[in-house]
């Protein structure tokens, strides 16, 4: 990937030789997960909150071809606009670099160029992980083997609750990347506040985690889970979630929706029955994780 240009915006630039603190944002979100002008609005939104917290804001993409390790106003706009707009997991990236697209990263892609340029502390939603239905046909985020290979700190609101988050929580476990719950002993479900399940430690301050994750690094660690929950004023109701899985993925099931645009679709279809209430907790969560991420960095950056 040496050999390949790579676009990195001048203040991001400016901040990492400086060792400045930098957090990383996707662009999936933008371009896959969002509708229109959510998605342009939150992008915004997220970035705004890690400048306000003193860090710079780095959402990474593909480019005509090349990394873009921090959109400027333009591009996120159009990123946000453009329709068909590639996504690239980490498998992609070569595809996408070799034929000049434009391509939004997922959360292991981002992961992946994210660390290649220096950065340590990303920030998102939700991660991938193991499909509902797993034992009948194998559909595994490839989130999750980045999480496994890659040391960025991945500060989110668990995995998305479309997926099988016990089975999610096995792999990840059996892959040793620590699950950390920010403030909680539950494991966050994304648009609920929690799953009922157990995280494998807790912490209760930035300084706290970026201490933990300087100790993870520096016994040849790789990707950390840092999950917060949702704030509960705006988290479904989990009943009234579930009944609205269950009718999206059978509207999946009848247009044999699958793979890589099974995600979308079902967040979709969420938003349609819920009328709107998962697009503005999703705004909600993320705009706090990129908070939270950009405290972690400014400690990690300072040494302390």
Not at 99 to 104: C, I, N, P, V
Request: charged share 20%; glycine share 8%; aromatic share 6%.
């Amino acid at each position: 990937m040496t050999d390949f240009q790579w676009d990195i915006r001048p203040d991001v630039a400016a901040a990492l030789a400086e060792r400045r603190p930098v957090v990383a944002l996707e662009s999936t979100l933008i371009a896959h997960g969002l509708p229109w002008p959510e998605n342009w609005e939150t992008a915004r939104a997220a970035e705004k909150a890690i400048r306000d917290e003193g860090a710079i804001p780095a959402t990474i993409a593909v480019w005509e071809g090349r990394p873009a390790i921090g959109l400027n106003e333009d591009q996120l706009e159009h990123l946000a606009r453009r329709p068909n707009v590639r996504k690239a997991s980490s498998r992609d990236l070569a595809a996408a670099f070799v034929q000049k697209a434009f391509a939004a990263t997922t959360v292991a892609a981002t992961m992946l160029l994210a660390h290649r340029a220096g950065l340590r502390v990303f920030a998102t939603g939700g991660i991938g992980g193991v499909h509902r239905g797993y034992a009948n046909h194998l559909d595994i985020s490839a989130d999750l083997m980045e999480l496994a290979r890659t040391p960025v700190a991945v500060v989110c609101a668990g995995a998305k609750g479309i997926l099988d988050l016990a089975a999610t929580l096995e792999m990840l476990e059996t892959m040793s990347v620590p699950v950390v719950g920010y403030g909680t002993d539950e494991f966050p479900a994304f648009l609920l506040a929690s799953s009922g399940l157990p995280v494998g430690s807790r912490v209760d301050s930035p300084q706290e985690a970026a201490a933990l994750l300087d100790a993870h690094w520096r016994l040849g660690g790789a990707g950390v889970v840092l999950a917060q929950p949702l704030p509960l004023e705006m988290a479904l109701e989990p009943n009234e979630f579930h009944t609205a899985l269950v009718r999206a993925e059978s509207r999946a099931t009848a247009e044999g929706v699958r793979g890589p645009a099974l995600t979308p679709y079902l967040l979709a279809r969420l938003a349609e029955l819920t009328e709107g209430r998962t697009l503005k907790a999703n705004r909600t969560l993320i705009e706090a994780n990129a908070r939270l991420a950009t405290r972690i960095a400014c400690f990690l950056t300072s040494g302390g």
